[in-house]
């Protein structure tokens, strides 16, 4: 089966350092993506983990805990359009090859 | 084309109709990808292909739903018999590979909002 947890809302202030955590369990495991989605458009590709570790880029970066079914998304010097809704979608690697999404966490960037 | 295209961008209907979503991926994607988006939820997945083939449709709830991808390039999500509870945002997605591990990047369209009265 698939189980993805992040948390429903966070809140940060411009300028701060927020971590969007995301555990996971699903049937096999071929990497897990992290994708940003603002209000009214579609989700857009924000980083990739298939190896543990930190992933940099930029502003974010996002970090893999395989054994612990663990992801975490960092966002640095937040600004207010980061406000959106992140979604962590691990990718399954049971016969096929589906991406499952998380609910999203909702960010708000408040000035 | 450059990006992924999906018509319409808003389908309004009346319980019971039949409704067809389009989808057209970026040039030479193999797989798509329908996925599902409810207020506040994240993208629930339906069905994916690579190529022609339906490679996974464990996500269709049930056989009122029914996609195609004939030539391996456009898709269509057909839905019969709507019911309220069909409305949503429906979000195509074609991919990309990424790196050496064979994992694809999902490039989404702008999505189609059905809206079932």
């Known amino acids: 089966g698939q189980n993805i947890d992040q948390p429903t809302e966070m809140t940060a202030t411009e300028g701060a350092i927020v971590q969007i955590n995301c555990t996971y369990q699903t049937s096999g495991f071929n990497g897990l993506f992290w994708y940003q989605q603002h209000a009214g458009e579609a989700p857009t590709f924000l980083s990739y983990?298939?190896?543990?570790g930190l992933e940099e880029k930029g502003r974010f970066s996002s970090f893999l805990s395989r054994s612990k079914g663990y992801s975490y998304l960092l966002l640095k010097e937040l600004q207010m359009k980061d406000s959106a809704s992140y979604l962590c979608?691990?990718?399954?690697?049971?016969?096929?090859?589906?991406?499952?999404f998380g609910t999203g966490t909702r960010l708000k960037v408040l000035a | 084309g450059a990006g992924v295209s999906q018509t319409p961008s808003n389908k309004v209907t009346e319980k019971g109709k039949y409704v067809e979503l389009r989808c057209d991926p970026i040039s030479g994607h193999t797989a798509l990808y329908w996925y599902r988006q409810s207020l506040g939820q994240g993208p629930e997945f339906l069905i994916y292909f690579q190529g022609t083939g339906a490679a996974d449709d464990s996500g269709l709830p049930n056989d009122r739903f029914f996609a195609v991808r004939p030539e391996g390039s456009v898709s269509t999500l057909k839905i019969q018999r709507t019911e309220r509870g069909d409305s949503a945002v429906y979000l195509c997605a074609s991919s990309s590979p990424i790196g050496r591990s064979g994992a694809n990047v999902l490039t989404f369209g702008a999505g189609s909002r059905l809206t079932v009265l």
């Open positions: 983990n298939v190896l543990d």
């Open positions: 979608a691990p990718r399954e690697a049971s016969g096929t090859y589906k991406y499952i």
